[in-house]
């Protein structure tokens, strides 16, 4: 008999794809997109990456099936509703536990082709207008600008950030979500006025390390390490070739002194309103306005490999030090709270004012600033 007709013959798993997908998507949102690898891929997977071939004809490729296969809830709009509960109920049966879409979404979309983004864009869009319809009968005072924000901020209720939800079950966390998306209903807001009017500096700062840094802090918070390049950092301040890398050796040194000068600005900040506030309430609400306030949000970023385990470290460390101090107060504020809910509350407003802040028809507006401030502070105190 033929010994290799007595042999099993290896069968590829009918779900390989779907675990390339999973397993890509788990990689991009660890150490994005161009840090990644077809290799490391099929590494993860405990396939080769001739294998990887079979189903993708290249990484661009597997970046767009990554996105069509993970924001799938996006392919039909919710239905309209009435009960914010219920509302809430619908949107975390499609979404479960998938908060990695965030991720995703905010750092590599960008690297999709342009037909590709535009046909998230324009899911999105319809999936976040049952949320807004929503806001407007509940409210119906409310102008345009007022219920937008309420209605992107409760989509952004849905994927409140993994570690936060890692405390808690499933039940718990649907209650949890469902009380934010119910303070963000009854926040107080001023009327949104007209188009927000961008004013430039008249007065500039005479030290070029200075110019550069704070044109560095603009860019990474705007579009993250990775599509931020050492040129467009020195063309907005008029410094190239030599001249530029006389002043920072590299991208990863720049970053790492915008990232510092971020987290010593927010902690200095912390310090005035603990000065001037008069109960944990009062520091809470002037804290929200001056998280509104901050030209980037450097507690959401994507902390990039520059080549050590060092840097990383000491980022991730600020950051978690920074969301406990928050969660502090928060708890000083509302005793009654869990300390898991709490954290819950804190990272998720972080991640709301993140992503307004990357939504045009949203930050448009003249009041947009004192509105997010209000509507964090509902969420957090709901």
Known sequence: MDEAATVPRRTRPKDRKQQILIHARDLIVEHGYPNITLADVAERVGITAGAIYRHFADKATLLDEVFTYNLSHLDAPLPPENDPDVLMDAAFERVGDHSYVAELWRWDRRYLPPESQQALRDKLNAWVQTFVDLVRRKRPELDDGQAKLIGWAMQSVLTAPNDAREALGREQLLRALKDMAGGLLAAELEPSGGPAVVVEPQVTVASIRERLLLAAIDQFGADGYDATSMSAIGAAVGV?????????????????FAFRRGVHAAWLKLGEVYA???DPVDALHRMTRVHAALPKLWIQT????????????????????????????LLLARPDLAKPVAYLRV????????????????????????????????????
């Open 240 to 256: 190239t070739g030599p001249n530029l890398y006389s002043h920072f050796e590299s991208k990863a040194e720049l970053f790492t």
């Open 347 to 382: 990272l998720t407003a972080f991640a709301i004012a993140d992503d307004l802040s990357r939504t045009p028809t949203v930050n448009g507006y003249e009041r947009y600033e004192a509105n997010l401030a209000a509507a964090l502070f509902a969420l957090l105190t709901a």
């Open 302 to 329: 994507r902390l990039p490999p520059l080549g050590g385990d060092d840097v990383l470290t000491v980022g991730r460390r600020a950051q978690a030090d920074y969301v406990r101090e928050w969660v502090h107060l």
């Open 276 to 278: 001037e506030a008069s």
